[in-house]
């Protein structure tokens, strides 16, 4: 693009949103229109489109929850409430929507439903943070865990009994049945009677145990003694059974006593210990949730206390897992933190909880050593399996996003990011992610939204202030102002990010110095003088090159493992005009880091740069489709290469590649193919591949005005006049900015002498908008009415 970008967007990047979805009110489009009116604090728009998107989807919770959103930011808490309510109604399990319902009903004065619905959404996935710190926020008290079996007592030794039989004792027998009942645990593996008789599942209960029967003491008689006469020793016999039936109660009370003594204790231990657990969790939960390399440091810390109560707790191990895999693969811990992410996730793996982070670290862990084809892969498969379950994971679906693009599929890393954030919407990482693959896609109007966000719910968030520093810099006309203060904030920060963005920061500014620079030569004293004030680049040329090499110094020394720093001196070097030598820094890129697809991306798109460099543009796509697997921004760049060397055949294959999937969206391959067959005259093959991608194009009304131009041509080819300017009217109303329609549209014109006038309108109005384009002459023809 090459308008500038501001802090909200432009009349024209939001008409190009209006039109998309004007142009398919029933597709998706109603989301980032929507959002962007939200942003904006349009809210009669907001709640406009959102309702509309609830009729074009009403089997889906999203819209519903969308404009729960718009109303809340309005105070409207009751109605919030009605369509988060709808939401549930339409999606029950949704985790986002029971937690939206169960905190505006906390909010609102519905206590009990309110926590019963974040009871529900912990249900769902109680590892989510958002619903913790819900829970937290609210004082919801989870599910007490199962009190652990009583310990049983040590025997205690029995009292002395009289020498006689145990039939005699009948006082002494119902005291330890009794006992028996309360005190003597069953061994784990036995079944457990019902009252009918029949077997139960085997249970670690107690039950009652019959007494064991004594054997009867011998009497020694006397010869003095008639043994019929009872009347002297039946006094003495029941003295003794007294006594030792005193014995024996007193030794079982002090078992009881002590039984329950023991017990109280261990539940008041386990208690405290839940509780300091759940409370370790909590801090580390709400620090993951900040992403930036101070919290990731401090929720370690507090996992790591979490461990120190429950050294095998599953979730504790895989939180730990998940952050190390983070500081090493994106902040640059090195070896230390890899290492620890792999035992942490060795541990976790060891448990039976089920873990989201445990499944993400693992993903990730597999990714940044290489092996990312085998962990997108399990990856996708864990993802199906909750959904499947009713358990969607905003987490899994960021994870799943983050292997895509670093795959270089951005397509698909852009659906699951989209289904990430309509899971948590308020997840700063999540919408950092969304800018970085926007970006990366082209679509810079949203990819600026998108950091925003970010920006919104965690003030001065390293990435997404990296990501827009980056963006700016990449534009035609940058504002270099805005680009300096974002860059400065990332390099005075404190607590400081990390070294890996504090290095990115200062290629950054390098790249800033090289623009800004470049720049100045164009500009009136006054108005350089202001610039190097703004931004701090000297207005001397040679001052300023010394500032650009040490500030690219200054990151190479903080970061030499990174080759991002590589590919953002690569675009200073193509910017400057030098690609072959942009070219070189994107070959030790690749050296350091074959498998990363964008990588092979970036070098591809520098040879393309110089004449000559498609044939080994095409041999770096080709190893990076080895390496990856089918990649269909890849493959869509080969079929570019190919393209560009002549050989239309083998790029028609490639773009047939990259639309293989009928569920798959990729409309730049089939502008690409439309445009092949436009020029070989296969009217019909070409209609039908510019037709369904100008209807792809959801949100890039550009590339939509680019499709429906030459869809025009199409029907101009086939002798088609109606439908001819029919197309070229669309063009024009999706993106009003894109000269080339104007001039197609005036040469179709041009045959019917009664249309002169207009033909003379248009011409006029491409030269206005292209003086020096590539239809120039021919334009300059029509509008002087030849």
Not at 492 to 502: F, I, K, T, W
Not at 587 to 592: E, F, G, L, N, V
Not at 600 to 624: D, F, N, S
Request: a neutral charge; aromatic letters at 6%.
């Amino acid at each position: 693009m090459s308008t500038s970008l501001t802090k909200t967007l432009s009349p024209a990047e939001l008409a190009k949103l209006e039109h998309a979805f004007a142009a398919d009110p029933s597709s998706d489009a109603y989301k980032p229109l929507a959002e962007a009116y939200l942003g904006m604090g349009r809210f009669m728009e907001a709640m406009v489109v959102c309702k509309k998107g609830v009729k074009a989807h009403p089997n889906a919770s999203d819209p519903r929850l969308l404009l729960a959103r718009v109303y809340a930011e309005q105070g409207k808490d009751k109605k919030a409430l009605e369509e988060a309510l709808s939401a549930l109604q339409v999606q029950p399990a949704d985790k986002a929507a029971l937690r939206m319902a169960g905190s505006l009903q906390l909010k609102t004065g519905e206590p009990e439903p309110g926590k019963a619905n974040l009871l529900k959404a912990w249900q769902v996935d109680p590892n989510d943070s958002d619903t913790l710190s819900l829970i937290q926020q609210y004082k919801v008290e989870l599910p007490k865990p199962a009190a652990p079996a009583p310990v049983a007592p040590a025997p205690v030794a029995a009292a002395p009994v009289a020498s006689a039989p145990v039939a005699a004792a009948p006082v002494a027998a119902a005291p330890v049945a009794a006992a028996s009942v309360q005190t003597q645990p069953v061994a784990s593996g036995l079944p457990v009677a019902r009252p009918n008789g029949t077997p139960a599942r085997t249970e670690n209960v107690a039950r009652p145990v019959a007494p064991t029967p004594r054997r009867p003491v011998a009497v020694e008689q006397d010869d003095d003694i008639d043994v019929d006469d009872d009347d002297d020793a039946s006094p003495r016999r029941r003295a003794k059974q007294n006594s030792s039936s005193k014995y024996i109660t007193l030794g079982l009370f002090v078992v009881i006593v002590a039984s329950v003594v023991g017990y109280s204790v261990v539940s008041s231990r386990t208690k405290r210990n839940n509780l300091e657990y759940k409370k370790q969790l909590d801090a580390a939960t709400e620090q993951l949730k900040h992403d930036s390399f101070d919290s990731y440091k401090k929720a370690c810390e507090a996992a790591d206390k979490a461990l120190e109560v429950y050294p095998d707790g599953t979730a504790a191990h895989g939180y730990l897992a998940y952050a190390y895999a983070i500081r090493w693969g994106e902040h640059g811990g090195g070896d230390d933190a890899r290492r620890r992410a792999e035992e942490h996730l060795a541990a976790a793996k060891k448990g039976t909880e089920v873990s989201s982070h445990l499944y993400a670290s693992e993903a990730l862990i597999k990714t940044y050593g290489g092996k990312g084809k085998e962990g997108l892969g399990e990856l996708e498969t864990r993802v199906k399996a909750f959904d499947a379950e009713g358990k969607a994971s905003s987490l899994l679906y960021l994870t799943l996003g983050l292997v895509q693009m670093n795959a270089g599929d951005l397509e698909h890393a852009r659906d699951n990011l989209e289904k990430a954030q309509s899971l948590s919407p308020d997840d700063p990482r999540i919408y950092a992610s969304l800018g970085a693959v926007y970006r990366r896609l082209g679509q810079d109007a949203v990819a600026w939204q998108k950091y925003d966000f970010a920006l919104r719910y965690e003030k001065d968030h390293p990435e997404s202030l990296l990501g827009k520093g980056l963006l700016i810099l990449e534009q035609d006309e940058p504002n270099f102002e805005m680009a300096s203060a974002m860059l400065k904030k990332l390099l005075v920060a404190d607590p400081p990010p990390s070294p890996r963005q504090l290095a990115a920061a200062q290629l950054a500014r390098s790249l800033l110095v090289s623009r800004v620079s470049a720049s100045m030569a164009t500009l009136k004293p006054d108005v350089q003088a202001k610039l190097s004030e703004a931004t701090g680049v000297p207005v001397d040329k040679e001052k300023a090159r010394a500032d650009m090499l040490k500030a690219e110094q200054d990151g190479f020394a903080l970061d030499k493992a990174n080759p991002e720093l590589l590919l953002i001196k690569g675009r200073r070097l193509l910017a400057e005009g030098q690609p072959d030598a942009a070219a070189e820094e994107m070959r030790k890129a690749i050296k350091m880091d074959s498998s990363r697809a964008q990588f092979h991306v970036e070098l591809a798109k520098a040879l393309m740069g110089k004449q000559g460099g498609e044939k080994e543009a095409a041999e770096a796509l080709t190893t990076a489709l080895r390496t990856m697997g089918d990649s269909p921004k890849l493959v869509v760049m080969l079929g570019n290469a190919y393209r560009r060397q002549g050989k239309l055949d083998d790029a028609i294959t490639q773009y047939q590649r990259a639309v293989k999937d009928p569920k798959a969206k990729n409309p730049e391959a089939r502008l690409a193919m439309g445009g092949i067959y436009r020029e070989r005259s296969e009217w019909e093959k070409a209609q039908e591949q510019l037709e369904k991608a100008s209807q792809e194009f959801v949100g890039q009304s550009d590339r939509a005005a680019l499709a429906l131009t030459e869809l025009g041509r199409v029907f101009q080819g086939k002798g088609d006049a109606t439908k001819a300017e029919e197309a070229y009217q669309k063009a024009l109303n999706a993106d009003e900015n894109y000269s080339p329609a104007y001039y197609f549209y005036a040469s179709a014109l041009s045959k019917d002498r009664k249309q002169g006038d207009k033909v003379r309108a248009l011409a006029q109005e491409y030269l206005k908008r292209d003086p020096k384009g590539e239809h120039a002459s021919d334009a300059q023809r029509l509008a002087s009415g030849g």
